[in-house]
């Protein structure tokens, strides 16, 4: 076995980034308008708390109501998911 890589260096918080639009899409407690982002405009820090909805090229994000996604150092999302 080899070592174990050391986890990524943490990135400060810069905050929710402007959303580019908004949608009404439907959750448990009924109909939402909540606020649309586009992937490729996230930054490393960046903090999203659903419901929201992120949208890409190939994919869209559904953030549902109290979830929050982290943009990480590597460019991914780490989504929290709240029960």
Known sequence: P??????P???P???A??????????FEN????VSTYKFEDLKPGHE????AIIVQSISTIVLEIGCKAFVTTDGDLDITVQP
């Not at 080899?2 to 986890?7: C, H, K």
């Not at 999203?48 to 419901?51: A, R, T, W, Y």
Request: hydrophobic share 35%.
């Open 17 to 26: 980034p402007p959303a580019f639009g908004s949608c009404r899409a439907y």
């Open 9 to 11: 260096p943490s990135v």
């Open 30 to 33: 009924g109909w939402e308008t």
């Open 48 to 51: 999203i708390l659903g419901p």
């Open 2 to 7: 080899g070592a174990t890589p050391a986890p």
């Open 13 to 15: 918080s810069l905050g």
